[in-house]
């Protein structure tokens, strides 16, 4: 079915393609080859193609009107156990109309499928959006239509059903400071589900609908020419609370220093009306980040950043440094604390051979323990005699340091300017993998080939 309205709609739109002023376009071919691992001990290998359009055609019927659009389609080539193969997914498809010949006043209409960024969520909408602006002083932009289906099809659902609506106010005309008041609501129908009742029987049943609300409001200015504020705030405006809080100072010396100092506070994103909202425990945490870049040469570089994460039971922690040389980087990663702990070193490298011919190639060791102090203390032995092996196990998996490598390789070769080919091999290593809960192989070889072609036509 997918298919077929896929088909309509692309013989529909083609003659207007034709007719542009302007058409640029690009298509990627993929291959991509894998193996899953599942916990029955079980191996499955996957072979995958993917084929991708994103299309820019200007000028289409009028020198104001513009379409775009992004798809992707994907074909099993291998189990051929995808319920429906091949599958498509349409990202976005809008058209879109500009008074390019107003400088004062500029207005812009897009409707379609389109991703909205309005810095307060980015929700996907089949709808319309419209963007007025006064020669940058203030701004309005409006937006309202269906959240597409989760599949990606080209259906478009009940907007009352499933939607998204939202506004957004910004201006830079006061304090040299750029403010902008944001506003967004989502809604969808709550998914079907069956339950027993009290008879035993089954039943089915509708949950809640899902519902965000969210206001939001940014400050951005810079000081001396060398130090950027950054200012977010959130409120949810159905469960009464701040939902996030963040400010971000960068201070960049000159282009051979640069220093970052970032707070957040933040409440986990969860949709009103869903059981998850009435969990104490996932209440808030707040984080402390710095971060700073240096380039003593052209061809040395040094990096380092810090972060502690501040939540109700425990702290957490990251640390990290790396060297740069040329075109190589050497980084090391620890992430210490709530959640467990995990030391991470990687090394990357890009070399060009040629103009047409680049290689780059990465390696990173890892070792990690999944469970840290608090859940060690907190374990609860079996009082079934019967659920001693399982417990067992699970401490086995918990308390051991595992290790992880991968390793990956790619060249790229450009045949000529419009079209170029990348061919990328990886390599996994896991060790938990040959556990006895996976009881299956720790490597993993995948394979990953592509070839990019673009087209620019000017009438």
């Known amino acids: ?25 690009r298509f990627s071919t993929s291959v991509y080859s894998w193996e899953n691992q599942f916990a029955d001990s079980t191996a499955s290998k996957s072979f ?31 189990s051929g156990k995808v319920t429906e193969n091949p599958q498509y997914r349409v990202y976005n498809m809008y058209a879109q109309w500009k008074n390019t010949d107003q400088k004062t006043h500029r207005l812009d209409v897009r409707a379609g499928r389109q991703q909205v960024l309005t810095g307060l969520r980015s929700p996907t909408i089949d709808g319309i959006r419209a963007d007025y602006s006064n020669a940058d002083n203030y701004s309005v932009s409006g937006y309202f239509g269906a ?55 089954d039943s089915l049943f509708q949950r809640a609908d899902m519902q965000e609300r969210l206001i939001g409001f940014d400050l951005n200015r810079m000081f001396m020419g060398k130090i950027n504020w950054f200012y977010h705030f ?101 992430r210490t604390g709530y959640g467990g702990t995990i030391d991470m070193i990687s090394a990357a490298a890009y070399y060009p051979v040629n103009d047409r011919l680049k290689t780059d190639c990465s390696i990173s060791y890892a070792r990690f323990d999944l469970a840290d102090d608090i859940d060690k203390n907190s374990w609860e032995y079996p009082a079934n005699p019967g659920d001693w092996d399982r417990f067992n196990l699970e401490r086995q998996i918990l308390t051991a340091t595992n290790t992880s490598v991968t390793v990956t390789g790619r060249v790229n070769y450009e045949f000529f300017r419009s079209f170029n080919v990348d061919i990328e091999g990886q390599f996994l290593s896991q060790n938990i993998k040959s556990s006895p809960v996976y009881a299956g192989n720790k490597s993993d070889v995948r394979l990953f080939l592509r070839a990019n072609y673009w087209i620019f036509h000017k009438l």
């Open 234 to 334: 959130e409120y949810d405006l159905l469960q009464k609370n701040v939902r996030r809080v963040s400010t971000d100072v960068q201070y960049t010396h000159n282009k051979n220093l640069f220093v970052g100092v970032e707070y957040i506070y933040r409440r986990p994103n969860i949709m009103y009306n869903t059981i998850f909202s009435s969990f104490d425990d996932l209440s808030t945490n707040q984080e402390i980040w710095l971060r700073s870049n240096y380039r003593i040469n052209d061809l040395w570089s040094v990096n380092a950043e810090y972060a502690n994460v501040f939540y109700d039971l425990k702290d957490a922690w990251r640390y990290g440094f790396g060297v740069g040389f040329w075109r190589t980087n050497l980084s090391y990663q620890r």
């Open 1 to 25: 079915m997918k298919s077929k309205m896929l088909f309509v709609l692309t013989f529909l739109i083609l003659p207007g393609l034709i007719q542009a002023q302007t058409l640029n376009a």
């Open 147 to 201: 959240l597409p289906p989760d599949d990606g099809s080209l259906t478009v659902l009940k907007p009352f059903d499933r939607h998204a609506m939202g506004a957004k106010v910004s201006t830079a005309k006061y304090f040299d400071t750029k403010a902008a008041l944001t506003f967004v609501d989502k809604s969808r129908d709550g998914a079907y589900a069956r339950t027993l009742d009290h008879l035993g029987g």
């Open 48 to 78: 995958r193609g993917y084929q991708t359009a994103i299309i820019h055609a200007n000028g289409v019927g009028m020198p104001n009107l513009s379409f775009h659009t992004y798809l992707r389609g994907a074909y099993d080539m291998g």
